[in-house]
Structure formats: structure tokens, C-alpha cells
């Protein structure tokens, strides 16, 4: 069984997943965003080298995130940070690699408390 430490970006206990593959199971082969006209089958439809108000709308919408589109605008108006976007490794997936690799090959994407180092996995 695999287990998932996760420490909060600002207060508060770390989080402690038990279980971890069990529920990501369920959670993939029972979510409606999982199905048919939710947000897997609306991935890679949009621009693939942009972020668009269209890609906000479908996480929003399909997986139930409640993120305003005005804190999007300076990513979506900004070709500056589009082109950080771009310039991601794609060959390089984050849910593949050791959380401190994928940082170390995208340094100006993390930084400060984001940084995914924060986070630890362990198995038990």
C-alpha cells in the first residue's frame, strides 16, 4: 500500500493519503470528469500551446474547480508566460518523474512555497 505525505503550501497539518492507488482508482474509473464529455475527453482538444479561457472554463466545469477566470488573465494575456508554458519539456511528465528532477528541469516554472519538493512520497 502506498501512502502520500503532503505538506501545505501555507499552515496546517501535513496531509497523509493512506491508500493512495485505491483511491486514485476509484476516483479515475467513477468521476464524472472521467466519463464521457467530462474534462479527460476534453484534454488536448483546445490550443496545445496556449492557455485559454475555454481551458479554464473546462476544468471549472468538468472536474468541479472553482477558479475564477480573472486570476487566469495575466497567464491567458501574457505571451511572455505562454512561452514559459511552451518551453516545458513535454517529453518530461510530471506524475513520471521524481518530484526534484522535474523541478530541476523546469527551475522557472516553481518557486518559493510552490515548490513541489515541499511534498514528499513514501511507500508502506
Known amino acids: 500500500m502506498t501512502a502520500i505525505e503532503m505538506r501545505r503550501i501555507t499552515t496546517g497539518p501535513t496531509l497523509l493519503v493512506e491508500a493512495a492507488e485505491a483511491l ?25 500551446d496556449r492557455i485559454t479561457k475555454s481551458d479554464v472554463v473546462a476544468i471549472n466545469t468538468t472536474i468541479r474547480a472553482r477558479s475564477p477566470l480573472g486570476v487566469w488573465d495575466p497567464l491567458i ?3 511572455a508566460a505562454q512561452e514559459r508554458l511552451v518551453a516545458i519539456d513535454s517529453t518530461i511528465g510530471s506524475h513520471e518523474e521524481d518530484d526534484r528532477h522535474w523541478a530541476s528541469a ?9 515548490d513541489p519538493r515541499a511534498g514528499s512520497r513514501r511507500d508502506s
Not at 474509473?29 to 474534462?39: F, L
Not at 523546469?106 to 510552490?114: A, L, M, T, V, Y
Open 24 to 48: 486514485a482508482l476509484e476516483f479515475f474509473a467513477n468521476d464524472p470528469s472521467s466519463m464521457p464529455g467530462g474534462y479527460d475527453d476534453l484534454a488536448g482538444r483546445g490550443e496545445p
Open 77 to 79: 494575456s501574457s505571451e
Open 106 to 114: 523546469h527551475p522557472n516554472i516553481w518557486r518559493g512555497d510552490s
